[in-house]
C-alpha cells in the first residue's frame, strides 16, 4: 500500500527564518502527484504546492519550495522568509493512478514565533 | 474564500442518530470529494463523486453513505452515529473527475458525538 510520513509532528521557527518540513512516500508507480497542504488555525484546507513526479525541476510558489528526490521518495518544503501567518498544519499528499485517491501524511504542526 | 460551501458549520448529535452533511462545490466543478479528519486518523479520503457518479471510494464505512445531485452538490449521510464518528468532515471540489488536480477544500463540518 501506498504510504506518506511526515517525521516531524510539530516545529518552531523564528519569523523571517527559513524552515523545511520533511515528508517521505512508498511507492511502485513511477508516474504520480504530490502535494503539499496548509491548515491554519481557520482550519480550511489550502493548496500550497503541486508536483509531478515525471517533471525534474523542483515546483515553487513565491517564498515556498519542495526538494523532489523521485530516487529517495523525499518531498520536503522549504518556507523562506517564514511569516507569522504560515504557522499552520501541513499536510504533505500523494496521488497514485493505481489507487486513484490522495493520501495524506500525519501532519506537521508548524508555529512561526514572532 | 474557496467557494466550495459546507453546511452546517457544527453539528451535535448523540449516538445512533443519523446526521446529513451538505457540500456545495465552486461553480464551474465536477467533482467533489469527501474526507474525514480525526485526531487518531489524520485526514482520510471518504468518496468522491464526478458529474452525478460515484468515481472512488477510499475508507467509507457502509454506515456512511453520499450521493451527488444534479445540480452537482453533495450531501454525506452518516447513521447509526458512534462516538468514533466525532471529527471534522471536509468537503473538496475539483474541475475535472481525476485526484491529481488541485483541489478546493470547504471550511469543514465539525460533528460531535455525545
Known amino acids: 500500500a501506498q504510504t506518506v510520513t511526515q517525521s516531524q509532528p510539530e516545529m518552531s521557527v523564528q519569523e523571517a527564518e527559513t524552515v523545511t518540513l520533511s515528508c517521505t512516500y512508498d511507492t511502485s508507480e513511477n508516474n504520480y502527484y504530490l502535494f503539499w497542504y496548509k491548515q491554519p488555525p481557520s482550519r480550511q484546507m489550502i493548496l500550497v504546492i503541486r508536483q509531478e513526479a515525471y517533471k525534474q525541476q523542483n515546483a515553487t510558489e513565491n517564498r515556498f519550495s519542495v526538494n523532489f528526490q523521485k530516487a529517495a521518495k523525499s518531498f520536503s518544503l522549504k518556507i523562506s522568509d517564514s511569516q507569522l501567518g504560515d504557522t499552520a498544519m501541513y499536510f504533505c499528499a500523494f496521488f497514485g493512478n493505481r489507487d486513484d485517491k490522495i493520501i495524506f501524511g500525519k501532519g506537521t504542526r508548524l508555529h512561526i514565533l514572532p | ?114
Open chain 2, 1 to 114: 474564500d474557496s467557494g466550495v460551501t459546507q453546511t452546517p458549520k457544527h453539528l451535535i448529535t448523540a449516538t445512533g442518530q443519523r446526521v446529513t452533511l451538505r457540500c456545495s462545490p465552486r461553480s464551474g466543478d465536477l467533482s467533489v470529494y469527501w474526507y474525514q479528519q480525526s485526531l487518531d486518523q489524520g485526514l482520510q479520503f471518504l468518496i468522491q463523486y464526478y458529474n452525478g457518479e460515484e468515481r472512488a471510494k477510499g475508507n467509507i464505512l457502509e454506515r456512511f453513505s453520499a450521493q451527488q445531485f444534479p445540480d452537482l452538490h453533495s450531501e454525506l449521510n452518516l447513521s447509526s452515529l458512534e462516538l468514533g464518528d466525532s471529527a471534522l468532515y471536509f468537503c473538496a471540489s475539483s474541475a475535472g473527475p481525476y485526484s491529481n488536480q488541485p483541489q478546493h477544500f470547504g471550511d469543514g463540518t465539525r460533528l460531535s458525538i455525545l
